[in-house]
Nanobody
Framework: QVQLVESGGGSVQAGSSLRLSCTSSGRSFSRYAMGWFRQAPGKEREFVGRMIWSGGITYYADSVKGRFTISRDIAKNTVYLQMSSLKPEDTAVYYC?????????????????WGQGTQVIVSP
């Protein structure tokens, strides 16, 4: 069982940066792909980015490419989402998720475990 816990959300002004963290109290992430998703009020949850833990290969949604970066600390079994140049449209609840597979990782249906989410609010 993988239990994911996100942290690092908050309220910031546009142009600011935030770093979200996701750690597990259970198994190591070594066999998983780690994804970040977000859900804005009144909208469906959408893919933000993902990392294949073994090798650290990342992929991002076009809406965040160049502004968001996923990284990891293997020793701490923690994955991060560094968000820069934040915009009001980045306001959402952000979720990390773990997938046992490695295909179609932009789809939330591919993920087996989810964190509880952390709120990010970006004001103009």
């Amino acid at each position: 069982q993988v239990q994911l816990v996100e942290s690092g959300g908050g309220s910031v002004q546009a142009g600011s940066s935030l770093r979200l963290s996701c750690t597990s109290s259970g198994r190591s992430f070594s066999r998983y792909a780690m994804g970040w998703f977000r859900q804005a009020p009144g909208k469906e949850r959408e893919f933000v980015g993902r990392m294949i833990w073994s090798g650290g290969i990342t992929y991002y949604a076009d809406s965040v490419k160049g502004r968001f970066t996923i990284s990891r600390d293997i020793a701490k079994n923690t994955v991060y989402l560094q968000m820069s140049s934040l915009k009001p449209e980045d306001t959402a609840v952000y979720y990390c998720a773990a997938a046992m597979g490695s295909r179609s990782l932009d789809s939330e249906r591919r993920y087996d475990y989810w964190g509880q989410g952390t709120q990010v609010i970006v004001s103009p």
